[in-house]
């Protein structure tokens, strides 16, 4: 299965479009939602907040900001300590 170039969904064998451009490189869409938001628009995917690429950038967003949470609390422990 291909996944979409855009929003990152499966696209079934037989379904959605593939669109080459001049220079070799190929995109494949699973609707002209996303095409119309990659090519004509140029949007990023990461932006869009029906995306795979925008839930996993927030994912990750959230990650690093627990991350600074949990040294934050940690240096507090500690200086309530001494």
């Known amino acids: ?3 979409c170039s855009f929003c990152g969904t499966d696209i079934n064998k037989g379904t959605g479009k593939m669109f080459v451009k001049r220079d070799g490189t190929t995109f494949f869409f699973c ?3 996303c095409e119309e938001n990659l ?3 140029k949007r990023q995917p990461s932006k869009a907040k029906w995306t ?3 839930g ?3 994912a990750a967003a959230q990650k690093t900001k627990a991350k600074k949470d949990t040294k934050t ?3 507090e422990v ?3 300590k001494e």
Do not use: R, Y
């Open 31 to 33: 609707s002209n939602k």
């Open 52 to 54: 795979a690429a925008w």
């Open 39 to 41: 090519l004509k628009l």
């Open 73 to 75: 609390a940690k240096k």
């Open 78 to 80: 500690k200086k309530k």
């Open 1 to 3: 299965m291909v996944k």
């Open 56 to 58: 996993a950038s927030k």
